[in-house]
């Protein structure tokens, strides 16, 4: 799965960049070739004065469904990324499982 990670008001350190890989690896790995490029935009909404205002959102290209996006907000980048990354993987499951449930009630019903 190709990672793009873009950061805006701040900078992306190579420690930052390995968490968000692994955080994505670790949640979405399972999903494996069923997920397309991974987009993360990491922002400092309030520029240096502090507070929870460290933003994660991350866009998942699954394939072939579409897009999944999941936001998070938080103190520091990282705990942003890891909320973020949380939501993902819950959205992602349930897209996939929405989508296995209603191959199965058309075949279900073609069998009738």
């Known amino acids: ?3 793009e990670v873009t950061v805006r008001n701040g900078k992306l350190t190579k420690e ?3 968490h968000v890989e692994r955080r ?11 997920i ?3 987009s993360v935009c990491l922002e400092d909404l309030n520029g240096p004065k502090g507070g ?3 933003h994660c959102r991350i866009e998942a290209n ?13 103190v520091q980048p990282a705990l942003a990324v890891n909320r973020a990354t949380e939501k993902l993987a819950r959205r992602v499951r349930n897209e996939f499982d929405r989508k296995r449930t209603t ?3 058309a075949a279900t019903s073609e069998s009738l």
């Open 52 to 54: 929870v205002d460290q």
């Open 103 to 105: 191959r199965k009630r």
């Open 36 to 38: 397309g490029r991974i």
């Open 1 to 3: 799965m190709p990672l």
């Open 24 to 34: 994505l690896a670790f949640a979405l790995g399972r999903f494996g070739e069923r």
């Open 62 to 74: 699954l394939i072939p469904s579409g897009i999944v996006m999941a936001e998070a907000t938080d």
């Open 16 to 18: 930052l960049k390995s």
